[in-house]
Nanobody, 115 residues
């Protein structure tokens, strides 16, 4: 019943920035864990960033460039992506649950970084 909807993807040049958003609906409590994963064609889905309570964690490939934030009142998370690289090109998926990864995924939003 929980639905996650991502937005904010697009086409940017290398070195540019984007901010992704994900909002959960169909739940009237604060979701414990929310985060972002991404998947490029032919590659496995990989962890990007997550937040559980006040804790934050980042995948090695984005550490220092991406920042996850959360609006707990809305069950909404954001992903500020700076210094984007062509290797960041992927579909970015929102995930949420008691812990992540969970079985609840958004539809994904495409991020394309040109060189």
């Amino acid at each position: 019943q929980v639905q996650l909807v991502e937005s904010g993807g697009g086409l940017v040049q290398a070195g540019g920035s984007l901010r992704l958003s994900c909002t959960a609906s169909g739940v009237n409590f604060s979701i414990r864990a929310m985060g972002w994963y991404r998947q490029a064609p032919g590659k496995q889905r990989e962890f990007v960033a997550g937040t559980t309570g006040g804790a934050r964690k980042y995948g090695d490939s984005v550490q220092g460039r991406f920042t996850i934030s959360r609006d707990n009142t809305r069950n909404t998370i954001y992903l500020q992506m700076n210094s984007l690289k062509p290797e960041d090109t992927a579909v970015y998926y929102c995930n949420a649950g008691h812990s992540i990864p969970s079985g609840t995924w958004g539809q994904g939003t495409q991020v394309t970084v040109s060189s």
